[in-house]
């Protein structure tokens, strides 16, 4: 699932609020503050946990 169907899905999902994990090795290579503004876009609470 990429950052779009992850967004999308999301919007689906109607949750108060978005915390991304992901379950992939660590170099893989994602862009996470896109999917932040991807979903914060869609009017969906969304932080990262740094």
């Keep these: ?3 779009h169907e992850a967004a999308a ?3 689906r999902l109607d949750p ?3 915390l991304p ?3 992939e090795p ?3 290579r994602t862009d996470d503050e896109a999917f932040v503004v ?3 876009t ?3 609470p ?3 946990d740094r």
Aim: proline content about 0%; glycine content about 4%.
């Design 42 to 44: 869609r009017g969906i």
């Design 26 to 28: 660590t170099d893989a």
């Design 21 to 23: 994990v992901r379950y």
């Design 16 to 18: 108060d609020l978005v």
């Design 1 to 3: 699932m990429d950052r």
């Design 46 to 48: 969304v932080v990262l």
């Design 9 to 11: 899905l999301a919007t």
């Design 38 to 40: 991807d979903v914060a």
